[in-house]
């Protein structure tokens, strides 16, 4: 068990670490000190590290580990399998952006690393962290909705494909809109479906929209020519309970409106979120209820973050554990392999 105060190494210094994990770890400075900033950009580093008193910079993150306890990892997708190894081989606890990595097969060695090392490894699948999950969570497995059967989810966005970064780079981040946007809803269903164990997949895959010239896009400039990811994926899901998931995400999607909905229906009612609202089938009647109030933060990454430090120090069990995330991570591949094959894929 560790001492209460934890030192933290934040390995990329790029937008969803300037924009979630920075201000939250401030939020939680009785808790935690960040020791190490990293980013392969040194003056994204420093920048980042202004947050901050005078921790220590590098563009290496092997440097980052004798400074720490634990490392929150936010580059591009490539390299979380490398660096999360790296860092539980060498003794830290490890929070890594989603998705857990590139391949299943990285995810499992991941996993098998942090095993070893007997450290921590959470997956920053933040949903589950949102108010309104965590309490979808609470009233299924209270049994308000029976056993769950079948869930759908949907992660829509109308024309926002993200012109910044590196998000539409396949070699560095493996895919598109799935990767990037529908694992959340993705891992949100199959939680909320009890994590059974995904048997069978079959999706398709687009970006006939992306790659055309003369694009609407609200969220910055995409090279129609170079586009080679996904940016409209849709599936279906088989477990080995009879559970199945419906999904559908996009980045580009001719819509009305964007959209993030998940919905899981049971033998005796069901739920929806978002918003949070409950139907039932008791005592004769069909019932609908919406909630007056939930508990818990605006800000998910807060219970996120609060969650990875406790379960640091042995005092809670993480909301998202990485086997949960290997599963994930099989349900992304077997919706890639299916596309390009033309053929449902067994996992």
Not at 122 to 129: L, N, Q, S
Request: proline share 4%.
């Amino acid at each position: 068990m560790m001492e209460d105060y934890i030192r933290i190494g934040i390995i990329g210094a790029g937008g969803i670490a300037r924009g979630r994990h920075i201000p939250v770890l401030k939020e939680l400075e009785a808790q935690v000190e960040v020791t190490a900033v990293c980013d392969v950009n040194i003056e994204t580093a420093k920048q980042a590290a202004v947050e901050f008193s005078h921790p220590f910079v590098t563009s290496e993150y092997a440097e980052v580990f004798s400074r720490v306890d634990a490392v929150v990892i936010c580059t591009p997708n490539k390299f979380h399998a490398e660096i999360a190894i790296a860092a539980l081989e060498a003794g830290k606890h490890v929070m890594c952006e989603k998705p857990m990595s590139m391949t299943a097969g990285e995810a499992q060695a991941m996993t098998a690393a942090a095993s070893k090392s007997n450290k921590t490894l959470m997956i920053a699948y933040h949903y589950r962290a949102m108010k309104e999950s965590q309490a979808a969570k609470k009233l299924i497995d209270a049994g308000e909705i029976g056993t769950p059967m079948v869930a759908r989810a949907q992660a829509l966005r109308r024309r926002k494909v993200p012109g910044w970064g590196v998000f539409t780079n396949k070699e560095l981040q493996g895919g598109g809109s799935l990767i990037d946007f529908g694992c959340h809803f993705l891992d949100l269903a199959v939680w909320l479906l009890g994590s059974p164990k995904p048997v069978e997949v079959s999706g398709n895959t687009y970006n006939q929209l992306s790659s055309m010239p003369g694009q609407i896009n609200q969220w910055g400039r995409v090279d129609n020519e170079s586009f080679e990811v996904d940016d409209h994926v849709t599936g279906y899901v088989r477990f080995d309970n009879g559970a199945t998931l419906l999904f559908e995400t996009s980045w580009a999607a001719n819509v009305k409106d964007d959209k993030e909905y998940c919905s899981i229906s049971g033998d005796t009612g069901g739920v929806d979120l978002f918003p949070l609202e409950v139907n039932q089938a008791k005592h004769g009647m069909l019932m609908d209820s919406t909630m007056n109030w939930l508990p818990g933060e605006e800000e998910p990454g807060l219970l996120q973050m609060q969650n990875f430090l406790d379960a640091v120090r042995g005092e809670a069990e993480l909301i998202v554990k990485p086997e949960e995330a290997v599963r994930i991570q099989q349900i992304i591949d077997g919706l890639y392999e299916s596309a390009e094959t033309g053929r449902s894929v067994q996992l």
